[in-house]
């Protein structure tokens, strides 16, 4: 039997320069309360952009420009395997028009300060090869 393999796409929002925004999952969610990039699963018959545009309208009611990929890792969960991408993107919504629809809470952070919160594994090692950590 074969490993669920599951596609996720995430965005880098900078809201100016070198502040990103992070959100936290919520308590019901799995991984309850760690925080990501926002974003989520790629659907059947989605490309990632229409993806990342209907997670983040899901999410938090905000429309995005989704740019170039800048960060493509695997990683194997003890039940299944991610294949995670992250892409720029630009918001098209005003930032005080975030709302916590699926989101327990957001932050805009710098690199640095992300290393003060706790990520999902697959995120954090996006994080990491981000920060120069991981080659």
Do not use: N
Not at 103 to 110: A, F, G, K, M
Request: charged share 30%; with cysteine.
């Amino acid at each position: 039997m074969s490993r669920r393999q599951i596609r996720v796409v995430g965005a880098m929002i900078e809201k100016e320069p070198g502040r990103y925004l992070l959100t936290q999952r919520p308590p019901t969610a799995s991984l309850p309360l760690l925080w990501e990039f926002p974003g989520g699963r790629v659907e059947e018959g989605e490309s990632d952009a229409e993806a990342l545009r209907r997670e983040l309208r899901e999410e938090m009611d905000i429309d995005v420009e989704v740019g170039e990929q800048v960060m493509h890792t695997h990683h194997a969960y003890p039940e299944y395997d991610i294949d995670f991408r992250v892409y720029a993107c630009q918001l098209r919504t005003p930032e005080p028009a975030i709302r916590h629809v699926r989101v327990h809470d957001h932050r805009w952070v710098t690199l640095q300060e992300m290393g003060q919160y706790r990520f999902p594994d697959a995120d954090a090692r996006t994080l990491a090869r981000l920060l120069g950590l991981e080659g």
